[in-house]
């Protein structure tokens, strides 16, 4: 188990809705990736916050955004929802920009109907 | 965008037996990792290998690197239930760059 929280674990949402997700860091670490799996593929990398600043982004749509905590604990925003949206949402920490040391939270279920 | 893919799809192996997982990327890495994931649930770091190391082991995983063919290698011995799970292949090109997951292979180890 890795010191990376999330929630909700699941969540049901409708299309054109908008959706919070949350995530801890562990313990030291100051950057916070997110990923979005669709079922059966790989993650794909949305962004990467450190200190507090978007620090990179995916090919993902101005309707994802997210924040960054002085605490380092992070938040993803999707708006006006789509079905394609339903996913597994997976948030990582790591020291520094070092994503060669990602410690993954166990994801939240996103279902969009 | 996926960076390549894992070979097989998916894999059914009897307990006991080796299990081999290929992975194939498309542009220069800095390193290459392999990660574990159970039921749709968060990833596990198995193993990292750079750039230029061309074997690594840790308990029973062996993964192997071929920058000239740009692929990768991951072997579980002597398999056990307990090991199925989806395997994905992840690289970066500086360290610093997102990581870029293949598709994974999925592993069923049948008692």
């Known amino acids: 188990e890795t010191g990376v929280t999330q929630s909700p674990t699941h969540l049901i949402k409708t299309r054109g809705q908008q959706v919070t997700l949350r995530c801890s860091s562990q313990?030291?670490?100051?950057?916070v990736s997110w990923y979005q799996q669709a079922l059966g593929q790989g993650p794909q990398f949305i962004f990467q916050?450190?200190?507090?600043?978007?620090?990179g982004r995916g090919n993902f749509p101005p309707r994802f955004s997210g924040l960054q905590f002085p605490n380092y604990s992070s938040e993803l925003n999707v708006n006006a929802l789509e079905l394609d949206d339903s996913a597994l949402y997976l948030c990582?920490?790591?020291?520094?920009?070092?994503?060669?040391?990602?410690?993954f939270g166990p994801g939240t279920r996103l279902t969009v109907t | 965008s996926q960076q390549g893919e894992e070979d097989p799809q998916a894999l059914s192996i009897q307990e006991g037996e080796n299990a081999t997982m290929n992975c194939s990327y498309k542009?220069?890495?800095?390193?290459l990792q392999w990660y574990r994931q159970n039921s749709g649930r968060g990833l596990v770091h198995l193993i990292l290998?750079?750039?230029?190391?061309r074997e690594k082991h840790s308990g029973r995983l062996r993964v192997t690197l071929d920058t000239s063919k740009k692929s990768s290698s991951l072997l579980i011995t002597a398999s056990r239930a307990a090991d199925t799970a989806s395997y994905f292949c992840?690289?970066?090109?500086?360290?610093?760059?997102?990581?870029?997951f293949g598709k994974g292979t999925r592993l069923s180890v049948i008692a």
């Open positions: 990582a920490s790591s020291t520094g920009q070092r994503t060669y040391e990602q410690y």
């Open positions: 313990s030291g670490h100051n950057t």
């Open positions: 916050y450190y200190r507090e600043e978007e620090n």
């Open positions: 542009t220069s890495i800095n390193n």
């Open positions: 290998i750079r750039s230029n190391e």
């Open positions: 992840a690289t970066d090109d500086s360290g610093n760059t997102p990581l870029v």
